[in-house]
């Protein structure tokens, strides 16, 4: 079954391969059908060439040689004969008389009705009309051009027959393989040369590709390729302004909400302590439950405000200098940061860490990174419940070693269909009761990303959510 499976991706891909619009098949495609009509051409002026055949039919020293020829010899028919054949095949030797025989023009000598000569390749029962006219007939599906000439009364009379040269003509040629042999023969043999050049000569935009494959999504710089082509400088210096505008248009963007929720915190901070103060003060219970609703309120606004700061702070350090830190230290340092937040809802905050992973990043990033783990299994698992943190090393002898971060909570978990968009910002789980903002696993994603890890969403031992933080170590 799965050799099956795989023939079957095998085969789709290839159909994918060969039917999928391609740069490099167009331009091959390009190329043949020049070489096809650049042939075309040439069989063209051959034929144009050719065209003196019917000059032949109005040249009279012809005629005049071949019937003087014909009077001369008149009593010696065997030399009659044979000099009519030599001047037939002097006729057809002249320059631009090659090609197969019944392309080449043809004569039929004749006196008082009794044929002297007839070239062998002359159409037989055709009569011309008038002396000294070209007059064209049709004989067997081909056109041809013929004109007597007399002499003198009662003496030899000559016809000159030539094939009509055009339709004819190529029909006569193609029949003989002259046209679409060529073809068959050098269009396969070109293939392979025309697309090794196609080839070279796309390397630089393939170094273009690659260098953008190679960024990561908040890497806005001009690219490094430095193009020396007049075609492709064009394409980089619209990427290169493309990206300068989304870098300037993000700046913006960040610097307007960094300053919007920085500026929220100072009021809601006053609203939230005049509020307090209200409460305490309040006499009725109604009073005591619209404060503390309104208390709760100021509470979600000002972590929301706080996460978006944190956000726009983890963009921002995204250029910043590099630092090894040690993840061992750094998790007991936010595990007893965050142990009041624990005791609240009387959560047992348990850590399982070996000694000695160091990673090379901004320690600002990975703080929040650990927060917005750490505080979402706090916050979405059950009261009186366990948070289970273990660091531990994966790739032992491989030549990329990990540190492996989980975090572990017996809380409800999160869907399997939801797990990827759960990163998305501002999204939230739709059967979640709990109050949040939709940032902060945004941001653990970021923060992981930014120090060349990842991080997953798995099904814990107890029934909860396993989070799954994989970052590389340092050297």
Known sequence: M??????????????????????????????????????????????????????????????????????????????????????????????????????????????????????????????????????????????????TRQARPGGARMTMFAPDHGWNLFVTLNSHGYYLLPLLISLPLLLLPAWLSIRVALRPWHRVAQELALRGPQDLRPL????????????????????????????????????????????????????????????????????????????????LVSQLLTLMRSDAIAGDASERVALDELLQDRLAALSGLAAVRWVELELSAEPGFTVCGQRESLISLVDNVVENAIKYGPGGGVVRVAL?????????????????????????????????????????????????????????ARHGGRIALLDGEGGGLLVEVRLPLAA
């Open 2 to 147: 799965n050799g099956t499976a795989w023939a079957a991706g095998a085969l789709r891909g290839l159909r994918r391969r060969v039917f999928s619009p391609s740069l490099v098949r167009r331009l091959l495609g390009a190329q043949m059908a020049l070489l096809t009509l650049l042939w075309s051409l040439a069989v063209g002026f051959v034929l144009a060439e050719n065209e003196t055949d019917h000059a032949l039919l109005n040249t009279d020293q012809i005629y005049a040689a071949a019937l003087h020829l014909a009077d001369s010899a008149a009593e010696h028919a065997a030399w009659q004969r044979e000099g009519l054949r030599l001047f037939d095949v002097s006729l057809r030797s002249q320059p631009g008389m090659d090609g197969p025989a019944e392309l080449l023009p043809s004569i039929l000598v004749e006196r008082g009705g009794r044929e002297l000569y007839r070239s062998p390749n002359a159409p037989s029962g055709v009569a011309t009309r008038r002396l000294d006219r070209v007059e064209t007939f049709e004989l067997d599906g081909k056109r041809w051009h013929a004109r």
């Open 392 to 448: 531990r090393r994966a790739g032992q002898g491989a030549s990329v070693q990990e540190a492996v971060l989980t975090v572990e909570d017996q809380g409800p978990g999160i869907a399997p269909a939801l797990r990827e968009r759960v990163f998305d910002r501002f999204f939230r789980d739709p059967a979640q009761t709990q109050s949040g903002s939709g940032l902060g696993l945004a941001i653990a994603q970021a923060a992981a």
């Open 224 to 303: 490094a390729f430095q193009a020396q082509y007049r075609e492709l400088a064009a394409m980089v210096e619209a990427l290169n302004a493309l990206m300068l505008r989304v870098d300037k248009s993000a700046a913006r963007e960040r610097s307007f909400i960094a300053d919007a929720a920085h500026e929220l915190r100072t009021p809601l901070a006053a609203m939230r302590v005049n509020v307090e103060a209200l409460l305490v003060q309040a006499g009725s219970v109604r009073d005591k439950q619209l404060l503390s609703g309104i208390v709760s309120s100021a509470r979600r606004a000002t972590r």
